[in-house]
T-cell receptor
């Protein structure tokens, strides 16, 4: 069965650079969620999209933005990267409010 | 305030034995869902089991079962017949607003419990 695809799997950036993380949800899933998991931390909700419209927003810095495109893939854009942005970023998708299935994550390291 | 509490930072179990991972939650919602996810050292987050607040029966999925005690606001995960591959971090999570088992709401996670299975 198809799963949530995230790319890239690993990303290394310098401070003040920008990063773009991509997420391809499970086909036909209508909702995408983004979570951030810092080292040794539990995942924290960032933002979600239902049918390409932003549906909820968590503790997402103003430096971050996200969108969902017509083909339902989503991108998380991160600018002016800081050391504290180093984390595992998860995308999850669900169908009609059911179980959220997670991708393998993108591990971002900011040097 | 912490909505999901996992009080066991680490747990050890012998292979083939059963283990219980504790989770308590706090919500004023009547409709909510409780989830357990497994995170191996490779990092991915794997869904294990779901319990809706109105479900009268405890959820079971293969070797996983959820001991749901609504009055105590606890949702403990029981893993039977532990295997070496069960060694991982386990997260309890809650989603508020679940109605009939569905909600478009976000997950709120606990701090996690690291389970180590010894041969």
């Amino acid at each position: 069965a198809a799963g949530v695809i995230q790319s890239p799997r690993h990303l290394i950036k310098e401070k003040r650079e920008t990063a773009t993380l991509k997420c391809y949800p499970i086909p036909r899933h209508d909702t995408v969620y983004w979570y951030q998991q810092g080292p040794g931390q539990d995942p924290q909700f960032l933002i979600s999209f239902y049918e390409k419209m932003q549906s909820d927003k968590g503790s997402i810095p103003d430096r971050f933005s996200a969108q969902q495109f017509s083909d339902y893939h989503s991108e998380l854009n991160m600018s002016s990267l800081e050391l504290g942005d180093s984390a595992l970023y998860f995308c999850a998708s669900s169908l009609e409010g059911n179980i959220q299935y997670f991708g393998a994550g993108t591990r971002l390291s900011v040097l | 305030a912490q909505k999901i509490t996992q009080t066991q930072p680490g747990m050890f179990v012998q292979e083939k034995e059963a283990v219980t991972l504790d989770c308590t939650y706090d919500t004023s919602d009547q409709s909510y869902g409780l989830f357990w996810y497994k995170q191996p050292s490779s990092g991915e987050m794997i869904f294990l089991i779901y319990q809706g607040s109105y479900d009268e029966q405890n959820a079971t999925e293969g070797r996983y079962s959820l001991n749901f005690q609504k009055a105590r606001k606890s949702a403990n995960l029981v893993i039977s017949a532990s295997q070496l591959g069960d060694s991982a971090m386990y997260f309890c999570a809650m989603r508020e607003g679940d109605a009939g088992g569905t909600s478009y709401g976000k997950l709120t996670f606990g701090q996690g419990t690291i389970l180590t299975v010894h041969p």
